[in-house]
């Protein structure tokens, strides 16, 4: 169940990277928005991925 929920999580982040980056290419996100966004869900992708990749025996 921790697999999945870690799984989860860690794609979640990823789209937010993904989608934090086309929002400031469409000029939805200012810079310092963009920033931001991106540091977060970046370092909880980190995060979830290790987690989910730890526990994938």
């Known amino acids: 169940?921790?697999?999945l929920l870690w799984g989860f999580f860690?794609?979640?982040n990823?789209?937010?990277c993904l989608l934090s980056a086309v929002g400031y290419f469409?000029?939805?996100?200012?810079?310092s928005?963009?920033?931001?966004?991106?540091?977060v869900?970046?370092?909880g992708w980190f995060v979830f991925?290790?987690?989910w990749a730890k526990h994938s025996k």
Do not use: H, N, P, W
């Open 1 to 3: 169940m921790r697999k």
């Open 10 to 12: 860690s794609l979640a």
């Open 14 to 16: 990823l789209a937010v």
């Open 26 to 31: 469409l000029g939805k996100l200012q810079a």
């Open 33 to 39: 928005e963009y920033k931001l966004a991106f540091l």
């Open 41 to 43: 869900a970046s370092l």
């Open 49 to 51: 991925a290790t987690l």
